[in-house]
């Protein structure tokens, strides 16, 4: 291929979003992803697919990981077939797997060292966004950076917050976004739940608060999930294990204390515990269902 | 007077916002407070005004409660001067402080072996929607009691949600609503006082969250406070210290956990113990100041 091309590593629900609303902006595109059945549906769209991201990378200008986390994200570029053995010098990697914004500030200057440019860029908005190319991506990096990866980016989202120069401001922005929406799937199951103890029914719950000051993002979100009993993982519990986990780490590393969001770390920890880790994160209802007797819809279905 | 008025009693901003909305209605209205300066703003609308609940519930056939708490409740209803002394039977009385429910409960029967109706009525809106008539109340009581209450609903609320026909129904949705809120307020001020720590510019976090998974009412309402350095208190922290206690005894009450919602109400309580309690709520932001070296918007200004 003469054409630079462009990749997108890891095709889940996001990735294979992102890299079909890059193939329809008419880039070409590589999807890297071990799972036969991802690069299958790829190939259906008119991508190209790959399993290695060696080979994803070979002739690549910008190259996005769409990866679960930072071990994923140090293997796909590092590891044995991983995407450096054979980048282009000069090529941008995005770095869109929350991450621990040491990790990504380190990643940067290692990529810097290659002769590669680096965007930290962690991705918000879902699966369906990912799929309408209408993410929003908290970037950080510099110009160059930001510049190489502008047809990539303004393919998969609608909004890109430039958050500074280095790499790091991205991922903190991104802490910032999984604390607040962690603890606030958290407190959506405590407080409805709380509902149901009480005697209110769930569905009127949902009515009432998403119209008054109570509301949020994640409770609009994700209470609709258990008044349907369907625990099907848009986003895993152990996401947000893991999510909280970062934030809890960043605060104990710069001596500053979390005690809400620690509390609901044990939450998710705890759904976790109880075999959730894979369910659809607002099965941390079942937490509370664990220890009183509420009903929840669905309960008592085949 | 021969025509039934309708009664306000408590003329704080909520108060007199509801009862300018009541006399803006065209309904004959009396307010009631201790506060001359009070009586005085709403004699200047038009209004009747008096010191006494007992002055102002005579000939009354409405009489919305719009105190503080189940103190301030009992007292105006039942105290010396109370509105007991003079309300008409078959009155109706709207109870709209944050109670709790088996307080509103209780009050219902007590009010119906007095041959009084009993509306468990409390707002959310804020000071603006009270003076624009478009809170939205949470209600229980029988049909007789929504009836006779359904002029004042209507100069007040553009939504009633009619919640059941027992007393403390509409307590229990304004408690879970206020877990939420209260919750959501000190996750407002840990994450964006960790984005802060983290490096990151408040107002940037303003932008990226109000535009993300991460925000919450609460968040885009009260951030801009701190934003400002401007703690004027529009709601006070000691309001959450209240209302988080009344959500936690309840959980305590029916064996129901609710670590989340104790850990928030662990930082009001800082921010009250650190003089803070008649501050504006998002003054907890500064639980997490006295605990770093963070700088918030406004410090160091005369």
């Known amino acids: 291929m003469s054409q630079p091309t462009t990749a997108v590593i890891g095709l889940g629900a996001m990735g294979l979003g992102m890299a079909r609303s890059v193939l329809r902006a008419g880039l070409p595109t590589t999807g890297c992803d071990l799972r036969e059945e991802a690069r299958t549906a790829f190939i259906a769209d008119g991508g ?35 995407a450096l053995e054979s980048l282009p010098e000069g090529a941008v990697v995005l770095g869109c797997a929350t991450v621990p914004p040491a990790f990504a500030r380190e990643l940067g200057a290692r990529l810097a060292e290659r002769g590669m440019l680096f965007l930290d860029a962690p991705i918000s908005g879902g699966a369906l966004k990912a799929a309408s190319g209408e993410l929003s991506v908290m970037a950080s990096g510099s110009p160059e950076a930001f510049a190489a990866a502008r047809p990539l980016l303004d393919a998969v989202a609608t909004t890109v917050h430039e958050l500074g120069p280095e790499p790091g401001q991205g991922s903190t922005m991104k802490m910032v976004n999984q604390c607040l929406a962690g603890v606030h ?14 005697g209110l029914d ?52 710069s001596g500053f204390p979390l005690p809400v969001t620690a509390a609901a770390h ?37």
């Open 48 to 82: 190209h697919a790959c399993a290695t991201p060696a080979e994803a990378a070979a002739g690549c200008a910008a190259l996005a990981l769409v990866v679960v986390n930072a071990n994923q994200t140090e293997a796909v570029l590092f590891g044995q077939g991983g």
């Open 185 to 198: 799937i958290a407190t959506a199951m405590e407080a409805l739940a709380l509902g149901i103890r009480s």
């Open 202 to 253: 769930p569905r009127s719950v949902y009515e009432v608060i998403t119209g008054a000051a109570g509301n949020s993002w994640m409770f609009e979100n994700r209470v609709p999930h258990v008044l349907d009993g369907d625990y099907t993982p848009r986003s895993a519990v152990d996401i947000f294990v893991k999510d909280l986990g970062i934030v809890l780490d960043a605060g104990r590393a």
């Open 266 to 302: 044990q939450q998710f920890l705890a759904a976790s515990g109880m075999g959730l880790g894979g369910a659809d994160d607002a099965a941390v209802v079942k937490v509370y269902q664990a220890l009183s007797d509420i009903e929840l819809p669905g309960d008592g279905e085949a």
